[in-house]
């Protein structure tokens, strides 16, 4: 998993909806977030890539890893 790759879901310039892209290429266009968000997380866990949903002003509001993490968290215990 490269950093900054994987699936992205950022909503249209304009406010015209939300898209969800993997390698700069759009995979879907959606009306509504909460759409694309399924569509993005299922996109994701097909490619087992990251899947990175944007906020409307375009800075990252969550991340969610569904492939093999080459640095997974340290358990503290």
């Known amino acids: 998993m490269n950093r900054g790759?994987?699936?992205h879901t950022t909503p249209v310039e304009g406010g015209a909806?939300?898209?969800?892209?993997?390698d700069g290429c759009v995979v879907s266009?959606?009306?509504l977030k909460r759409v694309?968000?399924?569509a993005g997380r299922a996109a994701a866990k097909a490619r087992k890539v990251?899947?990175?949903i944007h906020r409307?002003?375009?800075r990252i509001?969550?991340?969610s890893s569904y492939g093999r993490d080459p640095?997974?968290?340290r358990d503290g215990r």
């Open 71 to 73: 640095y997974p968290p």
């Open 17 to 22: 909806g939300w898209v969800n892209q993997c």
């Open 36 to 38: 694309a968000v399924v």
């Open 50 to 52: 990251e899947h990175t």
């Open 61 to 63: 509001g969550e991340k």
């Open 5 to 7: 790759g994987g699936v």
């Open 56 to 58: 409307l002003d375009g």
């Open 29 to 31: 266009r959606h009306r």
